[in-house]
């Protein structure tokens, strides 16, 4: 057997173990989770895939992109963080073959156009290896270090005497750690939560969001997604809340990770799978008594623009009228003009 051959059997093993840790799941994992784990196979792809150029294995992380995203259409994170670690790739190539760090943007017209393309100067594959390594590790230290960079800007969003609804709280670690740093500042706000699994906020039932709604200063949520449009893709019931926010003239902040921004756009949630297993709230052994029922168990909603007021990001809050500005951030040009979620 070749080596390729046996890189390629290598690869296959650990690309259905991730698919099927998310798929033997009774509940999704969260998003960072996910992204995580994603991480780790783009970082067992780089480790022990055959290549030769840095062409070649950017081709081979884009394959596997299309092989995952085809097996987990609804995870946005997925596909997100194959594309930035293919921008991190481009870049780190480019540092590595024209010495770009002694570039900035102030330099002339005519040393720009006169620098070598990546092309006349070819990088080794070991050399590419460890600049790819590098790269992704890189990524992974900002991904653990965004939660605690958004929860520092809690101070800056609720105040003593708000008082907040949430949703899908016990799901999102994000929003239980962002409510946490804004009580440790000592604020005494009152939370309210669409969800009666929590123990961080008072239980509200869903037929009474529209009445408590006329007493709430704020909404705050996690999104799984951020779309170009400034649209975003929440937890199921997040539309019911927002819709009802903007009806009493409720700000809504959403909370997100930049590794939700996604470059694609999504004119309809029923383009993607997005149902969740009856098992969540039916336990497979009491199917005899429900054999007549049909259970829907949906994921997600899409929010529109229009109804949320202000993203909170790692970095800053931003309106949803400049989102798109942040593909650029994380997203090459070449690697999602023909992506298709």
Not at 33 to 54: H, Q, W
Not at 243 to 266: D, E, G, I, N
């Amino acid at each position: 057997m070749s080596s390729r051959s046996s890189a390629s059997d290598e690869l296959m093993k650990h690309r259905k173990g991730l698919l099927a840790r998310l798929r033997t799941k009774s509940k999704r994992e969260t998003s960072f989770k996910i992204a995580v784990e994603s991480l780790n196979f783009m970082r067992m792809v780089v480790v022990t895939g055959k290549y030769d150029n840095v062409e070649q294995l950017i081709e081979l992380l884009k394959r596997e992109r299309e092989r995952l995203v085809a097996a987990e259409p609804s995870e946005f994170v997925i596909s997100n963080v194959v594309l930035s670690v293919l921008k991190m790739i481009r870049e780190e190539c480019e540092r590595a073959t024209i010495g770009s760090d002694d570039f900035n943007p102030y330099d002339s017209l005519n040393k720009l156009w006169n620098a070598p393309s990546t092309g006349d100067k070819e990088i080794g594959s070991r050399s590419l290896r460890k600049s790819a390594v590098a790269a992704i590790n890189e990524f992974a230290t900002e991904m653990e270090t965004c939660r605690e960079n958004m929860c520092a800007q809690a101070v800056d969003h609720i105040c003593s005497s708000d008082v907040v609804i949430t949703h899908a709280l016990s799901r999102s670690e994000t929003l239980r750690a962002f409510f946490d740093s804004a009580r440790a500042a000592h604020r005494s706000f009152r939370l309210l939560s669409l969800d009666d699994d929590c123990e961080h906020a008072e239980y509200l039932s869903s037929v009474d969001v529209l009445s408590a709604m006329r007493h709430a200063t704020r909404v705050i949520i996690a999104a799984a997604a951020l779309l170009p449009d400034g649209s975003c893709i929440a937890p199921a019931g997040s539309l019911m809340m927002c819709l009802a926010a903007k009806r009493h003239s409720v700000p809504v902040s959403v909370c997100a990770a930049f590794y939700k921004v996604t470059p694609c756009f999504l004119p309809n949630i029923d383009v993607i799978p997005s149902m969740g297993s009856p098992s969540e709230f039916f336990p497979f052994s009491e199917s005899d008594s429900m054999s007549e029922a049909y259970i829907v168990n949906p994921l997600f909603d899409l929010i529109p623009a229009q109804l949320v007021s202000l993203y909170i990001s790692h970095t800053s809050a931003i309106s949803p009228s400049h989102v798109y500005r942040l593909i650029g951030d994380y997203y090459h040009p070449d690697d999602i003009n023909n992506v298709n979620t």
